[in-house]
T-cell receptor, first 112, second 114 residues
Framework: QQQVKQSPQSLIVQKGGIPIINCAYENTAFDYFPWYQQFPGKGPALLIA???DVSEKKEGRFTISFNKSAKQFSLHIMDSQPGDSATYFCAASSASNYQLIWGAGTKLIIKP | DADVTQTPRNRITKTGKRIMLECSQT?????MYWYRQDPGLGLRLIYY???????NKGEISDGYSVSRQAQAKFSLSLESAIPNQTALYFC?????????????FGSGTRLTVV
């Protein structure tokens, strides 16, 4: 019940396309859902996060869509660029301990 | 200076040797974490500490130990390194009282055990 399942494991998209990465969870106590971006040789960095009181959040070209009833959330990257090529992790936590539970990661490649 | 600093950045060591990875932070966060990253396996939690006197095992603590020397310092030790501990190791901090409770990661230590 503590798991966060992330798919796909890898994704290749042409420049300008809209990659979509999906995550699903079981624990209904989760109330914070961040996405992290990791470039090679670097640690993951917070990209965007959402709480379950909204269904969508946009920051620049990055959008989180959240479906509370389905217990799913996804990351969309609009007008994707080669510089967006990275590994993306979803995560979730609850106010009981604020500890992040991580998805397995998605390696995204944007082809020029 | 980086908010979370890990040393060394790269290390090659021999099987059976003891090795320490160090982490220091200037964020003022109470919570610190050690993760291991292997290709295709994501981030796996080794140990975490919610304050200097509170240290907890994560999902893969066997073969590792930690020391929280101060609020700002959290070290990970491999008492007797083995080749399957070859991985990328990350330290992270968090502040549940902050505006969000996301994590701040260091740049990682790439450890190779030969």
């Amino acid at each position: 019940q503590q798991q966060v399942k992330q798919s796909p494991q890898s994704l290749i998209v042409q420049k300008g396309g809209i990659p979509i990465i999906n995550c699903a969870y079981e624990n209904t106590a989760f109330d914070y859902f961040p996405w992290y971006q990791q470039f090679p040789g670097k640690g993951p960095a917070l990209l965007i996060a959402i709480r379950p009181d909204v269904s969508e959040k946009k920051e620049g070209r990055f959008t989180i869509s959240f479906n509370k009833s389905a217990k799913q959330f996804s990351l969309h990257i609009m007008d994707s660029q080669p510089g967006d090529s990275a590994t993306y992790f979803c995560a979730a936590s609850s106010a009981s301990n604020y500890q992040l539970i991580w998805g397995a990661g998605t390696k995204l490649i944007i082809k020029p | 200076d980086a908010d979370v600093t890990q040393t060394p950045r790269n290390r090659i060591t021999k099987t059976g040797k003891r090795i320490m990875l160090e982490c220091s932070q200037t964020k003022g966060h109470d919570r610190m974490y050690w993760y291991r990253q292997d290709p295709g396996l994501g981030l796996r939690l080794i140990y975490y500490s919610f304050d200097v006197k509170d240290i907890n095992k994560g999902e893969i603590s066997d073969g590792y130990s930690v020391s929280r020397q101060a609020q700002a310092k959290f070290s990970l030790s491999l008492e007797s390194a083995i080749p399957n501990q070859t991985a990328l190791y990350f330290c992270a901090t968090s502040d549940p009282q902050g505006a969000h409770y996301g994590y701040t990661f260091g740049s990682g230590t790439r450890l190779t055990v030969v």
